[in-house]
T-cell receptor, first 111, second 116 residues
Framework: TQLLEQSPQFLSIQEGENLTVYCNSS?????LQWYRQEPGEGPVLLVTVVTGGEVKKLKRLTFQFGDARKDSSLHITAAQPGDTGLYLC???????????WGAGTKLIIKP | GAGVSQTPSNKVTEKGKYVELRCDPISGHTALYWYRQSLGQGPEFLIY????????DSGLPNDRFFAVRPEGSVSTLKIQRTERGDSAVYLC??????????????FGSGTRLTVV
């Protein structure tokens, strides 16, 4: 059983559409990080959220941490082909340095 | 260096051979992590170094896997008697934290290991 459940696993949409990716758990996390990974590269950190209810914006990307710090979402507005990639969420539990990873959402934006 | 550097970027080896994978972290980063990633999956934790010592090696799958970081900078992941199931992308990450770093890690581009 995956401790962090990401959904959907795969999403293919047209350029200009909006989308939301979810990362859910029954566990509480000290922080939750979102990474984007392109083929042949390592994950690149997009954002870290640490406070329950926190919302962070990165251009067209909006990240939200649930009030109970058990879940998070990534919303992309007016998706662009350059947004294509594997989006991974990862959480840190209390003082444990180990990141707990979701399985990822493979996103394809068609021109 | 400016980023985390991993070499080689690709390694093809025969079953039963020994391989070494190298990671050069960001200068000054005391924490170094090795992960393994299979296609379509999130990274899987292998080992964490704080300075020269392995603070946690609980993710190493078996005793064929070993990692060192003798001077607290560069790390080498060593795999003996490689098996086809070892084929994966091996990722290295570093951070300036001292464990429990909640602010994120910088990853290298990985070494794609293929055991034939």
């Amino acid at each position: 059983t995956q401790l962090l459940e990401q959904s959907p696993q795969f999403l293919s949409i047209q350029e200009g559409e909006n989308l939301t990716v979810y990362c859910n758990s029954s566990s509480v996390f000290s922080s939750l990080q979102w990474y984007r990974q392109e083929p042949g590269e390592g994950p690149v950190l997009l954002v870290t959220v640490v406070t329950g209810g926190e919302v962070k914006k990165l251009k067209r990307l909006t990240f939200q941490f649930g009030d109970a710090r058990k879940d998070s979402s990534l919303h992309i507005t007016a998706a662009q082909p350059g947004d294509t990639g594997l989006y991974l969420c990862a959480g840190v539990r209390d003082s444990n340095y180990q990141l707990i990873w979701g399985a990822g959402t493979k996103l394809i934006i068609k021109p | 260096g400016a980023g985390v550097s991993q070499t080689p970027s690709n390694k093809v080896t025969e079953k039963g051979k020994y391989v070494e994978l190298r990671c050069d972290p960001i200068s000054g980063h005391t924490a170094l992590y090795w992960y393994r990633q299979s296609l379509g999956q999130g990274p899987e934790f292998l080992i964490y170094f704080q300075g020269t010592g392995a603070a946690d090696d609980s993710g190493l799958p078996n005793d064929r896997f070993f990692a060192v970081r003798p001077e607290g900078s560069v790390s080498t992941l060593k795999i003996q008697r490689t098996e086809r199931g070892d084929s994966a992308v091996y990722l290295c990450a570093s951070s300036s934290g001292t464990g429990g770093d909640i602010y994120g890690y910088t990853f290298g581009s990985g070494t794609r290991l293929t055991v034939v």
